[in-house]
């Protein structure tokens, strides 16, 4: 599986530990910045991820900022993302099994790491339920 991941300054310290979780279990990952703490733009980091995804570069993508919600404004405005804000483990679960959200955005001033890796793990191994479900993503 390939992840596309990004963040602006707020997010990059969880992203680039991020990057090496993800590298050491084998994901394929392709890291759309910021690449310092130096102060940035959160939308130039999410577009740049969210092309990714329209154009079908990665299958899924990671954006991390300080509130998340300017990655998750950003990233949905591009058709074929449904990025999800997530801060715990349950809404991660329901991010995927209920809207089959393709980007997980976490507030990274707002959790700890251990808490971010535990919002990937069930992000990842969440099955999208589909049904009723799937009638309501196509909706949107
Ligand atoms: C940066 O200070 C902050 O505004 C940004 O990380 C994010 O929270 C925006 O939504």
């Known amino acids: 599986m390939k992840i596309g991941i990004c963040s602006d300054h707020a997010g990059f310290d969880y992203k680039d530990r991020i ?22 733009d959160y939308p130039d980091f999410a577009h740049a991820l969210g092309t990714a995804v329209d154009n079908g570069e990665v299958d899924c993508g990671i954006a991390l900022c300080g509130t998340g919600n300017g990655m998750a404004i950003t990233l ?12 715990g483990v349950s809404l991660a679960s329901l991010a995927k099994e209920h809207n089959n959200a393709n980007v997980l955005v976490m507030p990274a001033r707002f959790i700890s790491y251990r808490m ?9 191994s969440t099955e999208f339920a589909g049904g009723r479900h799937q009638r309501r993503v196509e909706k949107i």
């Open 19 to 40: 990057i090496s979780y993800l590298l050491g279990k084998g994901y394929d990952v392709v890291n759309f910045g910021t690449d310092s703490e130096d102060s940035c």
């Open 76 to 87: 949905n405005k591009h058709k074929k993302v449904r990025a999800a804000l997530v801060w």
């Open 116 to 124: 971010a890796l535990a919002c990937i793990r069930t992000w990842i």
